[in-house]
Structure formats: C-alpha cells, structure tokens
C-alpha cells in the first residue's frame, strides 16, 4: 500500500532519530503532544523512509481526523481492521493518528503488538495514553516519544530565515506551530490561526473528553495561567484570586481543572525541589505554556511580560532538549530551572538584563549558593556571552537556542 504524502515535509531529525532504531521491532511507538505540533507529519516522515529502505514492506495508514475512518470506533473495530488488511507474506508498519479517539484503544494495542509481522506507531494528544493498566501491560515493549513545537532553529529551518534579533522575536511572539509555514508572519492571520488551534484544543480535548460543564470557569483559568505565567501559585491561591473576581470555585475542583489542561498538553507543570532537604514540594508549582504563540494569542503579546516569555521559551527549550525539569529552592532563594538528563544536571537563573548590579548579585548570588560542581549559567535577552561572573556563565538567549546542548 503506497501512502501519498504531503509534499515538502520538513525533517525533524531530532525525533526521528530517537526512533529509527526501533523501526521495525514489535515494539509499540507512541508520539505524544499537543495538537498540530507536528506528530502526524513526523508519521509522514517515517512512512517515507519505510517505503525508500523497505519497499516490499507493507504500510496501513489509520488517521482518526479523517472521515474516511469514521467507521473504526472501537478497539474491537481497530483490531480487526488491522488484522483484515495487514500483509500475509511481508510485515505491515501499522501507523495510527490520533488514536485516543478510539473507545478503549488500550485493549487493540496490547494485542497488536503481540504479532510479529506488525509494527505499530501511533499518535496521541493525551498525556496519559499509555498510564496506568496499559502501561504495565506493555512494560519494555513500547516507547513514548514527546512531541514538543517547533525549536528555535527549526524554526529557523522551516521559515528559511536567518538568525536576528528580529526573527527571535518572531519566534518569541508566534510559536513554533509548524504549520505557520504555510501563513504569513503577521499578526492578524496568525493570532487567529492560532486561537482557532486553541479553541479546537479546549473543546476536543478538555469539554468534550471530560465533559466540563463550567466551561466560563475554564477559559478564565487559561487566561490566569497566561497572565501568571512562570509565577508560584497553589490551587487554592488560585481559588482565592478568583473569588476575589466574584468567580466562587473551590480549590480542588481547581486542581482537577488543572489537570485536564495539563493532559492537553496545552500547559506543563513544573515541581518546586528542595536542594537542601532532597525533596518535592507536595504544594506550589509553575505552569509555562506549551506555545508561546498560543499563549500570547489569547492573552496578547505584551512589553511588561517579556521576563515571562523569557521564562517559558527557556523551559520549553529544555524539554525539547531532552531534560526533566524542576524549579529549586534552596532556603530562600529560588532556582528558575534545575535541568537533568542522563544523571548530569544544569542550574540555570533567567534574567531579561544584567545591567543592574543588583541583578547581576541576585542571579549568579543564587547559583553560587548551591554546593556542587554541576554546570551553572544565567540566561538573558542582553546580546553578551563569552564571560563569566566568578565561573558562572552568563549566557544570551540566542545563543542558548541555537546551540545549547
């Protein structure tokens, strides 16, 4: 079956090669993320090399946005459509699009990927599809890969511009949706594209999935989170703020809210660790959005949040990148990021200017109060990099987009 693609598909290489090693392995792969931040093109992508290195391979391409199958609603439905219209004399890479719009999907992959001729991929825009009674079914026999927009420097690739600072700001201002390929960088074309994206987000996969009945309550707790965003706050001071705009909810209907935004993947949540007492805080936390331009969209691209924004595109960066992600106390003093991958760890301070030099006090003042020897920098939009405050880099944000690793 020969599948035909989009034309021009961007390479987003950093995902394929997490995956291209298990091309072929009855192991089930998943991609997670928030709609349109490109996990259907990168099903394209795989779907292309599949049919260059392995030609005599069959491909069965389910896309659950597609009205052509509007008939598979069930696991029972998917399992055995598969089963009908898989190869009998080669192995099939089976690549399913959306799938937790499939009633009980759970059951139809723990047994396909019980046959050996079946190699199956899949896309999700749910943080838990594979928690709990499926995951344990499935241990060591799939991954999951998270799908994040658009980096910098794809960014970059996708919109064939060169690094400025006026093309960061371009990046600061609409996101990384790769589809803003397609658009012109203006803001009324793209702030309406991406508030449609926003609204398709908050009834297909908030309203609907969970069928929220507050929904008022639910766009005004967005909007909080986009006009605090990278701030500390707890469910219930949420509650209290917005009792105070005559909005009656109580805390943990807060949380549940919360959650399901956070399952969307239209916000992440970030722990607060104590470096002192090796432990997670059980309340307080920040959110960051996982568009900036979605953000900005409904909450508008203000001056006075740049430290925010700031925030946000450095915590984003370093999920794409690969780190776990906290914010660190130690006594008093806040750590914005503490990053580790691979049992190594970065701290990292976020700072719009380092002109003050009380800034300059407290930012790397923070860092050198913790007592280790894991790399340590302060990140900032001032055009300076290459020096150090007392071994502390500091570091513009530019330069840690295009080239921090």
Known sequence: MTIKLPKNINNRTHYLDRVRPFIGENILKVFTGQRRVGKSYLLFQLIAFLQEENPDNAILYINKEDLAF???QTAEELHAYVLANKSTTSKTHVFIDEIQDILNFEAALRSLVLYEDLDVYCTGSNANLLSGDIAGHLSGRYIEIA??????????????????????????KFGGLPYLKHLPLED??????????????VYRDIINRYSIRNIPFLEQLVLFLAGHTGSLFSAKKISDFLKSQRVNIAPNQVQVYIHHL??????HKVTRYDLVGKRIFEIGEKYYFENLGIRNGIWGYRLEDRGKILENVVYNHLLYKGYAVQVGILGEAEIDFIAEKSGEKQYLQVALSLNEPQT??????NLKKINDNYPKTVITLDS?????????????LRTFLLFWE
């Open 147 to 172: 799908v994040y927009s658009l980096s910098y420097t794809e960014f970059l690739d996708f919109h064939k511009l060169s690094d400025s600072a006026n093309t960061l700001d371009k990046y600061l």
């Open 262 to 267: 956070v399952n969307a993947f239209l916000v």
């Open 188 to 201: 009324a074309i793209v702030f309406e594209y991406l508030k449609n994206i926003y609204n398709t987000i």
């Open 70 to 72: 509007s008939f598979i």
């Open 360 to 365: 300059i006090v407290r930012e790397f003042g």
């Open 384 to 396: 300076f990099h290459g020096n150090t405050y007392e071994g502390i880099v500091a570091m513009d």
